[in-house]
């Protein structure tokens, strides 16, 4: 769970404005019941201001929360786990997915049948692995080798199992790294310049009145039909 800052600080600091006020209060009155009205009334007015910044955060339509991580482990399994139709991602090589032993075992459970998992990978021919790998201090030679071996694995698992598994690779900017489950939930992520895409920030979007889940689902749908497929 990410931890609002602003309003943590704003709380600690009413905390120890409220210590030093009943201290302040007894020091020059000698009066409990004088430090207690003090205390209780510098309590409530911390309560106050918590309260109007809660009340007047902005808000983003269908925005749920932020992280300043991607998900990781533990929690990109209960991700996998909760698909009831489709699976869908959208980055530069799928390999924090591809390479859980975990997360392969729920892809060839959930990909049977009519669940549908699409996979939008940069192709490692693509001049912007070359771009990308150079601003996060990488070879390109390292990034395409890893693009191809986790292009493999998936064309693997799906001719082992027969999965319903469809890959297909974009020759543009990376720019998103995005998950979205079944029509109703999007894990919005992007590649922040010049820093690791495991570094990347993320945004918990959910489906609904003028959330920016349609407009963005919209274009990865668009990236799809004008990507390769392999």
Known sequence: MEIDKPIVS???VG???NIA???VSFYLTKDSTTTFATVAITELLVILEVSRRLLTRPHVPGV??????????GE????AQSVTSEFLFWGISAKTIIHSDDFRQILVMKSRG???FRFLILDPESEHVIKRAAEEGDTPHGWQREIEANIDRLQQLRTQHGLNIEVRLYDAAPVFRLIFIDSNMMYLGWYPMESQGVHSPLLVV???ANSIYGPVRTLFEETWLTSKEV
């Open 206 to 208: 959910t489906n609904g």
């Open 21 to 23: 006020a009943g201290v």
């Open 114 to 116: 009519k669940r549908r």
């Open 15 to 17: 905390l120890a404005l």
């Open 10 to 12: 704003t709380i600690i």
């Open 64 to 73: 749920l929360r932020y992280r300043s991580t991607p998900p990781i482990g």
């Open 76 to 79: 990109l399994l209960d991700i």
